[in-house]
């Protein structure tokens, strides 16, 4: 039976360098993804709409979620579910701990908004980092429907993005990194066989 592929980081600039080719339609699309994010949430006024820095808390937490689902899709953070859970996580407590400045101070809400976000996401194995910003987005701004409309539209919209990256980039990336594991297995098998013979040489000549 084959042996399971894994996929490990490079190593040095030189292997990096490589799987660059990999990454430059991805880097591509991310920056595509967050431009338009950012129109829509200059398009409708959301700073004027909640408060100013709303938007630019919610594309800075949508950066680094782009960044991880397209530039590193084998990391841990970058899975759909993970990506999708955590979203949805931080809407809901960031919500409450919107309500819940009525009653007590800021750093306090902020304090309680992450430790249950954090708790949340690990029960529910949906660890995505950039989701604590939309948290705190929600508690500062108290986000209303549009902007959860688009934090909604832009979730699908990475998914989708992330689902065509997986059946064309990401799948050629991995079978090409497969060949290059069986072909490193062979090479070493076969450096293997020869020190078995060369060893068994010597022994039969002594």
Do not use: W
């Not at 084959?2 to 490079?10: D, G, I, L, S």
């Not at 990336?173 to 010597?202: C, F, N, T």
């Amino acid at each position: 039976m084959e042996k399971e592929y894994r996929y490990r980081e490079p190593k040095s600039v030189k292997e990096a360098l490589k799987r660059l080719k990999f990454r430059l339609i991805p880097a591509i699309l991310a920056g595509l993804n967050l431009a338009l994010l950012v129109f829509f949430l200059q398009y409708f006024n959301i700073d004027k709409a909640y408060g100013l820095g709303t938007s630019a808390v919610i594309f800075t937490s949508f950066a680094s979620s782009i960044y991880i689902m397209f530039i590193t899709p084998n990391s841990r953070a970058a899975k759909n579910s993970k990506f999708v859970k955590s979203y949805a996580i931080a809407g809901v407590v960031g919500s409450l701990g919107g309500l819940g400045l009525a009653i007590m101070p800021l750093y306090a809400v902020a304090a309680l908004v992450i430790f249950f976000v954090s708790v949340l996401m690990i029960i529910t194995k949906s660890e995505h980092p950039p989701a604590a910003a939309i948290a705190f987005a929600f508690v500062l701004f108290r986000i209303g429907y549009i902007g959860i409309i688009i934090i909604a539209s832009g979730v699908v919209i990475v998914i989708a993005l992330r689902y065509i990256l997986e059946k064309t980039m990401f799948e050629v990336e991995r079978e090409v990194l497969k060949v290059e594991l069986r072909e490193k297995e062979k090479r070493a098998a076969m450096r293997d066989a020869k020190s078995i013979r060369h060893k068994r040489r010597r022994r039969d000549g002594r």
